[in-house]
Nanobody, 118 residues
Framework: VQLQASGGGLVQAGGSLRLSCTAS????????MRWYRQPPGKQREVVAT???????NSADSVKGRFTISRDNAKNTVDLQMTSLKLEDTAVYYC?????????????WGQGTLVTVSS
């Protein structure tokens, strides 16, 4: 199973960016999918979570600005980011809990850099 993230880049404060992540491989089911981020010099933190039933949860720091969504048919999870702030600068990682070959495992994407400039 592989997760491929895309969509990062350089954006001005107040702008928007959309991240996408696709899971591929021998996948039977996907449970929770998440986006994490790791700001420079800081620890990785969870940004938003979406369960297989579509229920979502997000960090207080991004509530009202970021929206997580998924397409179960395509095994994708997106993160729509709006009203971006300087402090949103980070490497963003997607994560999925996947049933593959009768075993549940957590998989990570390779990370995509989001840089918010003033």
């Amino acid at each position: 199973v592989q997760l491929q993230a895309s969509g990062g880049g350089l954006v001005q404060a107040g702008g928007s960016l959309r991240l996408s992540c696709t899971a591929s491989g021998s996948i039977s089911r996907i449970a929770a999918m998440r986006w994490y981020r790791q700001p420079p010099g800081k620890q990785r933190e969870v940004v938003a979570t979406i369960d297989s039933d579509g229920s979502t949860n997000s960090a207080d720091s991004v509530k009202g600005r970021f929206t997580i969504s998924r397409d179960n048919a395509k095994n994708t999870v997106d993160l729509q980011m709006t009203s971006l702030k300087l402090e949103d600068t980070a490497v963003y990682y997607c994560n999925a809990v996947v049933l593959s070959d009768q075993t549940w495992r957590s998989y990570w994407g390779q990370g995509t850099l989001v840089t918010v400039s003033s």
